[in-house]
Every structure is written in C-alpha cells, then in structure tokens.
C-alpha cells in the first residue's frame, strides 16, 4: 500500500512534469491543440495526491508505526483527532497537505465558468506554470520529502506529537496557511498566462482571479491570526508576536498579496500598474515558497522550524528561477492604453504610497529575519536582530499606514475631496481621541498616535458605511470593514504591549498578590497525573474592587515522551477591557513561582483578526457595480 502511494507521488511528478512539457512545446509551434491533455494531466496529479493523501491519513488513523512519518508524530495514546492532524504536524505531511490544496485550488478553477471563457493560449499557458510548480511538488514529494518511508520491524509505539502542537489554534493554523498559498498560486499562475498569451481575452486575469485571490487572502489572514492566538494561549509567555522568523515568513507572503490587492484596485479602475500587477501577484506565490524556504531549509533557528531535511538548497533554486521567470513576464508584459500615475494629492497617489510601504516593510522585515546569514559576510559570529529592532522600526511605518487608510478614502481618483464635511468629522475625531486618551494616561508618543489614528480610522469607516452607494457596491464595503478590522486590530496592539502590567512571584497558599486592577490570591495547589501527562496545578482566585470574578488555573506539565522538557499551559480571565494572564513557572518550597500579567484590550485584537479573515466573504459573489454606484469616488 505504501509503495502503491509512493508510486503516486512519482505519478503526480511525470504528469506534471510532461504536461508542462507538452504545453510548451505546443506553445513554441504556436498551437494549443494538446490543451485536453494539459487538462487531464492536471486531474491525474491532483488524483494521485489525493490517493497519497488518503493513504497517509489511513496510516495515522491506524496507527501503523511502520511508517517513520506516522511514528515520529503520533503514539497509540494520542486521541484520534491529534492523529489525523499530525497530518500536517511534521516535514513530509506538511508538504504533502500544501501540495494537495494547491492541486485542489487548481482542479477547482479548471471546472469554473471563467476558465472555460479564457482563450486556449491564455489557457496552456497558466497549464504550463501550475504544472511546473506542481512537477517541483511531485519531486520534492518523491525524493527528499517523501511521508511514506518505512522501518521495518515497526515500533511498537510511536514517539508522540509535539504537546505544543495538541492546541486547537496549531489544528486549523497550518491548513489555513496552506490554503492560502495554494489559492494565491491561481492569480499568480493566470497573471503570467495572460501576459504570455498573444490573444486578448474578454476578461482580464484580476477579474477571472479574483475569488482565488480574496480566499488565499482570507485564509492567508486567519492563519496568521491564529498563528498569534496560538502562541499567545500556548507558549507561555503572555505575547502573541515574538518577530520569530517562522512567524515573519508567513507575514511576507501577506504584505506582498495585500499590495497586490492595492495596485490590482489602481488597475481595475484605472487601467494603470499592469505590469507592476503581475509582478506582485506572482511574487506572492513566489514568497510563500520562499517563506517555506526560512521555514524549512535550516536557514534560520525557531521555536518551530524543520530543518535538516535536505530540501533548502532545491527550494532556494525553485525560488530564483521562480524570480527570474516572473521578472522577465513582467518586463516584457505588453501595457496598452499606457497613462502616467496621478500625483500625491490623488487617489492614485495614496495608493501607491500604501503599496510602497507594505513593500518597505516586507523587505526591511526579509532583510531582518536574514541578518543572521548576512552578518556571516564580515563576521565569523553571526548576529541577530531582537524585537526592539522590529517594533522600533516597523511600528512606526504600521502607524503611517493607519494615516494613509484613514485620508485615502475622502480623495477622489483624480485628485481633491470628496467630501469636506465628513473629513473634518473624522480630523475631529482623531483630536478628540489623542486628547481623550492623553487624559486617561496614555503618554508614549507611538501607542497614543496608533489609538487615535485607529479610533478616527473606526468613524472613518463608518461614514464610508453609512452611505448607500458604498454599501450596495460590496467590493467596497468589504474593503471598509477590512479597513475597520485593521483599525480594531491596531488598537489592540497599541495597548496591550506598551501598557502591559507583568510581574514575576511566589506565592503561598492563601497569599495575595495585586496585578494591575486584580486581586490575586492563590487557594490552593495540585499535583496529578493525565492519560500521557504529569502535572501540577494552581487554583487562583481573582477579586476586583472587592468583589469575586472568578477562578483561573494555570498548569505545568510533564509529558511522558517528552521528558527534557515541562510545558506551561496558560490561562486567562477573558475582558474587553484590560484580561488577566497568568503561566505557573513551577513550585519552590511549597510555593507557586506565577508569571502574571495585564493585557489591556489584547482580545480587540482577535476580534479585528477575526473580522479581517471574514469580510473577503462579501465580496466572492457579484461582479458588476450598481448603476447608482458608478460615480467618481
């Protein structure tokens, strides 16, 4: 069986690697009648991942330890759900998942009307570049990564998953992740096929794209938001964003995307950026490559890494030669109609300068997250850049972005306002915020202009709401809840790192402790014992203004297979306002050492994130503008 599912993964290697190569030999003579074939071997690749798919999957569910994968990720104690999620807890699976929702997202566009509309160019040749990315899946699948290697005679039991991976935000993290580079791969793939082809279509490639790219957006956002709440929830240490190199690897594939959303809005309503478009769209599927690349290729160290499997100098060439594809596509790609970009004072303007600061962060953040590589240049010691550097630099220019958002919605495409009145609203909001919050103690210069900025951005958005022909157009009323989730999102940030209240203790039972506006008192300590676990817990009650609000209990535990180590499993006591969290460090002579801390209006963070991932939803469905919503905007 397993050898039947390897032979599936060369499969889906030789009918990606043929069609590809069939499709361009045609495309060099000038034909396109092979393009069925193209067709059929995209659908016999995504079979036979599928079939490999399923066979991995089987083998979790079993238990069968005589695959490395399934040993090295699972044990017999593992409750059914974690099994089949370690589907995408290692190397190999990982791969594997993200291959197959690539596959999907590819097999899904083939049977959309849109696709059957393109012309047979247009057509063979997104059939050339998804079967080449598809071919480097096939090989990295079947060789250095392959999931169904086996030892024989099996272990009895196998070595367990990671316990900071059995969290229900590392469940749905990586898929998400994954889902979103796979649909990022359709608008990447079609903008180089239309740029290629010698025949014009009907529709241009950002329309016929456009349900692929606001779903790998979408997923793209949700990955990365939970990414946060799962470390905030499960590594312990009461933050959500470390600037780890895994997590800034997703982010670039987001910043890069969501600029592309940005100059694909100049293009659509404009007609300006073509080529800039096809870049951008394209380097985001290239990013993410390139992100699997940090992630993966012993690069860089994280606390969640792979490295040591082989596949970093194979992924750094796809990579460049990825790179240098796009890159002549896109100098090449024909402009017509070609017209000069408005200036500063126009829509235009704003929106370039949007677009170039997302960049400016994507490579200022690359080149942060590869300093350690790049100081090996002048130095035998390598160097590294520790979170002051990032929110030194990056928060500021995330503060700039909130400022652009808010004033680029009230200038019209071809300069001026649009409407004087509502902008002074929003001018008078932002000075009532900065007063109102300098009053209430908010003193350090960047969380006070962030808070203000995200406030007015919030009235912002609602004036932009409150009007009819925005909201009938739902492109642009997902925008300005996008936009409003971004502001939500920010105003999180802006209080629960700068006036996070934290303090490191023991405690006796019956002790007290004050953590900004909680009593804490410690009632009572526990020692036990779980399925697959040892553990001790402390019971703690919380008290505000004298009055009870209820239980927290953090634990430490000691997992049976992973002895080198104990793990923290944190709790809080949920607000709006200011939450409680709280991580057991362990016990010291019959004492509790707590970390505790106050995150002021952290979970508006969540809720931003969460609005953010679904606004795309909206705008999925019609395509035409409302005949009442055709003004100049």
């Avoid at 069609?19 to 071997?41: C, D, I, M, N, P």
């Avoid at 990982?94 to 997202?105: D, I, K, N, R, T």
């Avoid at 240049?377 to 958002?405: I, K, M």
Wanted: with cysteine; charged share 15%; aromatic share 14%.
């Amino acid at each position: 069986m397993y050898l039947a599912a390897s032979l599936c993964l060369l499969a889906t290697l030789f009918f990606s690697l043929a069609g590809s190569a069939v499709g361009t030999a045609q495309l060099w003579q000038g034909k396109t009648s092979e393009l069925r074939w193209l067709e059929r071997a995209q659908a016999a690749g995504s079979l036979c991942l599928l079939a490999a798919s399923a066979i991995l999957m089987y083998a979790l569910v079993v238990c069968d330890f005589s695959v490395d994968y399934v040993a090295n990720y699972t044990d017999r104690a593992l409750p059914l759900f974690y099994r089949c999620t370690a589907f995408w807890g290692g190397h190999e699976g990982s791969m594997l998942f993200w291959a197959l929702m690539v596959s999907v997202c590819g097999t899904a566009f083939l049977f959309t009307r849109t696709y059957r509309e393109l012309s047979p160019e247009t057509r063979s040749w997104f059939l050339v570049f998804f079967l080449s990315i598809m071919a480097f899946f096939g090989l990295l699948l079947s060789t250095w990564s392959n999931p169904f290697l086996q030892s024989l005679p099996a272990p009895a039991d196998g070595y367990g998953l990671n316990p900071l991976l059995q969290n229900p935000g590392m469940i749905f993290h990586p898929p998400l992740l994954f889902l979103g580079y796979g649909g990022f791969v359709i608008p990447g793939c079609l903008a180089l096929a239309q740029a290629m082809s010698p025949q014009k279509d009907s529709m241009h490639w950002i329309l016929v794209a456009r349900p692929f790219t606001l779903t790998g957006w979408l997923f793209l956002t949700a990955g990365i938001v939970l990414g946060g709440w799962w470390a905030y929830m499960e590594l312990g240490w009461g933050g959500y964003w470390a600037w780890d190199p895994v997590e800034n690897a997703s982010l670039l594939p987001w910043l890069i995307g969501t600029a592309a959303l940005h100059t694909g809005l100049v293009e659509t309503r404009r007609g300006k950026l073509h080529r800039v478009n096809i870049f951008l769209m394209s380097l985001t599927t290239v990013s993410a490559f390139f992100a699997t690349y940090l992630v993966r290729g012993g690069v860089v160290n994280s606390v969640h890494a792979f490295g040591g499997n082989g596949t970093g100098p194979y992924l750094l060439f796809f990579v460049l030669a990825f790179l240098a594809v796009i890159s002549v596509v896109s100098f090449l790609a024909k402009e017509e109609n070609s017209r000069e970009l408005g200036g500063l004072e126009t829509r235009e303007g704003f929106v370039v300068m949007t677009v170039w600061l997302l960049m400016a962060l994507c490579l200022i953040i690359l080149l942060a997250t590869l300093w350690p590589v790049i100081s090996k240049l002048w130095s035998e010691r390598s160097v590294g850049l520790d979170q002051h550097f990032y929110n030194s630099v990056c928060l500021p220019l995330f503060t700039v972005l909130l400022a652009l958002l808010l004033a680029c919605p009230w200038i019209r495409w071809q300069g001026g306002m649009r409407s004087w009145r509502r902008l002074v609203i929003v001018v008078a909001a932002f000075c009532g915020s900065l007063a109102v919050f300098w009053y209430t103690g908010v003193t350090q210069a960047l969380p006070l202009m962030a808070a203000s900025l995200s406030t007015a951005l919030l009235v912002s958005m609602a004036l932009l709401i409150s009007e009819k022909s925005i909201r009938s157009w739902r492109p642009s009323l997902m925008a300005c809840i996008v936009h409003a989730s971004v502001a939500l999102v920010a105003l999180g940030i802006s209080f629960s790192g700068p006036y996070k209240e934290e303090v490191e203790m023991e405690l006796a039972r019956g002790g007290t402790a004050q953590v900004g506006q909680y009593e804490v008192t410690l009632m009572n300590l526990y020692e036990g014992r779980d399925a697959t676990f040892e553990f001790i817990e402390a019971e703690l009650q919380l008290s505000s203004g004298g009055k009870v609000l209820g239980t927290v209990s953090p634990q430490r535990r000691l997992y049976d297979k992973f002895q080198r180590n104990a793990f923290s499993e944190a709790t809080t006591y949920p607000s709006l306002g200011s939450e409680f969290y709280v991580t057991l460090l362990g016990i010291s002579g019959g004492r509790a050492v707590l970390r505790m801390s106050t995150n002021p209006l952290v979970n508006w963070l969540w809720i931003g994130g969460a609005l953010m991932s679904l606004a795309p939803f909206i705008a999925l469905g019609r395509r035409r503008r409302p005949e009442d919503s055709r003004t100049e905007r």
